[in-house]
């Protein structure tokens, strides 16, 4: 496969996954990953079609592998977030979404995964910046 192929395909892929054409687009990544086994968006969204399935741990662990390749993205944290999330582990949640907003600060999705896991914490309070806070 060559990089413009595998470009073609990851695009085909991505697509396929967010019109839930998950085993199609699984298979698609599976082929990449076959072509260039260290390919982090196929290793990421990969994980992503795991977690779509419902298979977290295997979710956690492709989603981990994607961010050792490609570290500085912000969304493949803020989706490393979302999973421990769904996982019910708040503290590794908020240290996911931090590390996201950390490389983009304005990422929304992963303000939204630090605010669910603070309130999972007890710690709904420092969600609203200082200022913001409503008095009691």
């Known amino acids: 496969m060559h990089a413009i192929e595998i470009d073609a395909t990851l695009k085909l892929a991505k697509a396929k996954l967010r019109g839930g054409q998950v085993p199609e687009a699984e298979g698609m990544y599976r082929r990449v990953l076959e072509a260039q086994p260290d390919c982090a968006e196929a290793v990421h969204f990969l994980g992503i079609a795991a977690m779509t399935r419902g298979k977290l741990a295997e979710a956690l662990d492709l989603v981990r592998r994607s961010i050792q390749l490609k570290q500085d993205c912000a969304d493949y944290h803020n989706n490393l977030a979302t999973v ?25 999705e992963a303000h939204g995964n630090k605010g669910v896991a603070l309130e999972q914490l007890g710690r709904g309070d420092r969600i609203l910046p200082q200022g913001h806070r409503a008095s009691s």
Do not use: H, V
Request: overall charge neutral; glycine content about 12%; proline content about 4%.
């Open 84 to 108: 421990l999330g769904r996982m019910g582990k708040p503290i590794e949640t908020l240290g996911a979404a931090q590390q996201a907003i950390d490389l983009k600060s304005d990422l929304a």
